[in-house]
């Protein structure tokens, strides 16, 4: 039993889960992270996949969500990295992967817990947990209770930039160049150049502008929610 009702969106299953070999390919008179053999599309920037020539390398991941016979259980603390990725560049509800902007507003509703969120100023704020539109809200906030001891912050969002990315950071061994992990789950911006070529992103991480918080009254409320 996972204590989930529904299976949300951006969750893995544990058949898309690829474990492909890294090594430290040579480039530019250095080495970065690569999968071997590398594709096209492996490597992501602020704008989304890049061409083979730069970028922070992105883990591989297979999106089987609407094949149910061949994608196998849900792996409930595991995110499928593509579909995250999803959500964030096209603002889709982590729940049920629609659009999760309010069109009366134009602003985008969003459930914050401490472990994915970081205050960075009034009003912004940094997170790799996507929205969650008013339909879901309800539905999301029974499962974060029901799993989570943190409070949960419901609020609204007006505008979203690409930050950076979550991810695992590796090092060459001195003597074989095989890559070992030394960081996990690390915050590396898109400007943290230094950083990219050990990088294997795992979530994207977006800035958050212009939140305001919704009082338990007003925002399921003014939305017919309850
Ligand atoms: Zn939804």
Redesign the pocket.
């Known amino acids: 039993m996972n204590g989930y009702s529904t299976i949300p969106?951006v969750i893995a299953f544990s058949n898309e889960l690829v474990e492909d070999p890294i090594w430290f390919e040579p480039s530019a008179g250095s080495v970065r992270l690569a999968y071997r053999p590398a594709r096209d599309g492996d490597w992501v920037g602020p704008g989304g996949v890049r061409r083979y020539a730069s970028g922070i390398l992105r883990a591989r991941v297979r999106d089987l969500l609407d094949r149910p016979d061949e994608r196998g259980h849900e792996r409930m603390r595991k995110l499928n990295t593509l579909r995250q990725w999803r959500c964030m560049d096209h603002l889709?509800?982590?729940?049920?992967?629609?659009p999760?902007i309010d069109l009366g507003t134009g602003r985008t509703p969003w459930l914050l817990v401490r472990p994915v969120f970081e205050a960075t100023g009034p009003g912004t704020g940094r997170t790799n947990a996507p929205p969650?539109?008013?339909?879901?809200?309800p539905?999301?906030l029974e499962e974060c209770k029901m799993l989570r001891a943190e409070p949960v912050m419901l609020c609204t969002v007006g505008d979203v930039t690409s930050a950076g990315v979550l991810a695992d950071i590796y090092q060459p061994m001195p003597d074989t160049g095989q890559p070992v992990p030394c960081l996990r789950n690390a915050f590396v911006a898109w400007s943290d150049h230094i950083w990219h070529a050990g990088a294997l992103a795992v979530a994207q991480v977006v800035d958050l502008h212009g939140i305001e918080p919704v009082g338990p009254r007003d925002g399921p409320a003014l939305h017919g929610l309850r």
Request: contains cysteine; hydrophobic residues 40%; charged residues 5%.
């Open positions: 969106y889709f509800c982590q729940v049920c992967g629609q999760a969650c539109c008013w339909a879901c809200v539905k999301a």
